[in-house]
């Protein structure tokens, strides 16, 4: 699909009421979508692109073409309005993350979205974890082997997401892309190429290996322990479950040496004792590893005592509003 | 509680500036009271029920997960059902003026008569106080109280934390079972989950 083609039909769902009401925000979305798609254009991103509530949609995929036998990956490129956002998949106090169907020919079958490390977002209260601006989620597809070459082949998604600022809006879009099915070996679309080498530069991944993590159930908060060599100034935690930390919480990091230790408050409505804590933590310089601790109860340690020891409260937030 | 404790308690909401979780409410645990003035002009106090069963419910009625139970008729039927059976049903509205979901109480009268609604009433609580008092983050958020005066249940409406209309046929009421299985004398086998739905918008000071 070509960019002039994606300029001309870029308001393919529904606009909410309250958007149609205020013609100045909506024509300043509109020139927003313009100059996004301009952007795109000059970077040379392909895809089929659709408005959402307060921003666009684009499903862009990393390769030319399909081989069968081979693994590739499509894109969801989220573009929002300033102060907008959408929800991580363990989306905090509040919200729901995006949801998506497939509709994919016999033979490709979608793997689960590779999610990149949210951001604290919300008030002092209520915290709910998220992305502002602009995210790409990157969903892996299998190609069978047994897939036959074909001139097209029509990748179809229903998305549903909700988008809020202050207050919410659901959106409910379809998108598809075609591509043709080759059994030349994969090869990747240079268009796509820089927005997929980002967006997987802010994946969490594994912590190395001699990096050692203890989880310990203090009563009313976890403490997470890490003997990381480099110095940590920041540390912030997001639990994949729901209801296990108090989001809302401040996470007390007390620098050790070597290492941290950050104190978890437990959410209220965790009632039971859990084996392990999994989730992404981010680190100094938006560094995210994911980790899956197992939870250990040594004795009923005194959480957030003072002490002389420097206390550092969690401060990669959005904005508080 | 003593009253000693709760006198306590209610220095230490005044005197503290650092977050409430401490005294919010929690499975288990006894209700906090509170006296709230609804939008018929009543005042009601929770302790006053003592006795009966109570479910809050937090509303705001922008929010399109409130908008999926309400237009779908699936609140008004369970506070049709559970009003019915003597339970008191409190509506709470804790967002703050010029927020979504504020209203004044006429014209919360306009809405509960517009959408066939039945609490027992609807309490006003514009400066989130109720609010924070049971640290409610989402409406809807749902909370069941015994006649004990304990909270036996705390969270979403069902397990369902969407806002498709479709949602609702085949969901799970928690607020149903968590009546159902008290009134029969059993544990409330989901006592807790994390509520959906909208964040509570509460003023920008407090907090």
Not at chain 1, 15 to 29: C, F, G
Not at chain 1, 187 to 193: E, L, V, Y
Not at chain 1, 279 to 295: K, Q, R, T
Not at chain 2, 106 to 115: A, I, P, Q, V
Request: positive net charge; hydrophobic residues 40%.
């Amino acid at each position: 699909m070509t960019c002039a083609v994606r300029l001309k039909g870029p308001k393919k769902s529904q606009p909410n009421k309250k958007m149609r009401a205020n013609d100045s925000s909506r024509r300043l979305s509109t020139a927003l979508t313009f100059g996004v798609a301009l952007v795109l254009c000059a970077a040379g991103a392909q895809g089929a692109e659709t408005s959402i509530p307060h921003g666009t949609l684009e499903l862009v995929a990393e390769n030319q073409w399909v081989t069968p036998g081979h693994e590739f990956s499509l894109g969801l490129h989220f573009q929002l309005e300033k102060g907008w956002h959408i929800y991580w998949v363990n989306p905090g106090d509040s919200g729901e993350p995006p949801r998506v169907t497939w509709q994919l020919p016999p033979g490709l079958s979608p793997g689960v979205i590779e999610w990149p490390a949210p951001r604290r977002l919300g008030t002092s209260s209520i915290v709910d974890f998220g992305y502002e601006d602009a995210v790409t989620l990157i969903v892996p597809v299998n190609a069978d082997s047994s897939l036959a070459a074909q001139p097209l082949a029509r990748l179809g998604a229903e998305i549903k997401v909700l988008i809020c600022r202050e207050m919410c809006i659901p959106g409910k879009t379809e998108l598809s892309l075609t591509l043709p099915v080759k059994s030349r070996p994969p090869a990747a679309d240079p268009r796509t190429r820089d927005l997929f080498a980002a967006t997987r530069k802010e994946l969490p991944r594994p912590a190395p290996q001699d990096w050692k993590f203890t989880v310990n159930d203090a009563g009313d908060s976890f403490v997470l322990a890490a003997n990381v060599t480099p110095q940590i100034t920041q540390a912030i935690f997001f639990p994949l479950a729901e209801a296990q930390i108090d989001n809302s919480a401040p996470q007390i990091l007390r620098p050790l040496a070597p290492g941290f230790r950050l104190t978890l408050r437990k959410s209220d409505r965790l009632l039971k004792p859990i084996e392990r804590l999994k989730g992404v933590l981010v680190l100094s310089g938006n560094h995210a590893y994911l980790i899956d601790v197992p939870v250990t109860k040594r004795g009923a340690q005194r959480s957030n005592s003072g002490s002389g020891i420097q206390e550092i409260q969690s401060s990669r937030e959005g904005p508080v509003k | 509680m003593k009253r000693s404790t709760l006198h306590a308690m209610l220095v230490a909401v005044v005197i503290c500036t650092a977050p409430l979780l401490v005294l919010a409410a929690r499975v288990g645990q006894v209700a906090p009271d509170f006296t709230a003035t609804a939008s018929n002009g009543k005042t009601f106090r929770l302790n006053d029920y003592r006795g009966k069963y109570l479910v809050l419910e937090w509303h705001n009625n922008g929010c399109p997960y409130v908008g999926k139970h309400y237009r779908s008729g699936n609140m008004q039927r369970l506070q049709k059902e559970w009003t019915g059976r003597s339970v008191v049903w409190f509506t709470i509205i804790s967002s703050a003026p010029g927020k979504q979901g504020y209203v004044t109480a006429s014209e919360e009268n306009e809405y509960l008569t517009k959408m066939h609604a039945a609490p027992t009433a609807a309490l006003l609580d514009p400066t989130g106080e109720i609010g924070h008092l049971y640290d409610a983050k989402t409406s809807p958020q749902m909370v069941v109280i015994n006649p004990q005066g304990i909270v036996i249940y705390d969270g979403a409406i069902d397990d369902r934390p969407t806002t498709d209309l479709s949602d609702i046929a085949g969901a799970t009421n928690y607020v149903n079972l968590a009546l159902e299985q008290a009134m029969d004398g059993k544990q409330v086998q989901t006592p807790a989950t994390r509520p959906y739905g909208c964040s509570v918008k509460y003023p920008d000071s407090t907090h």
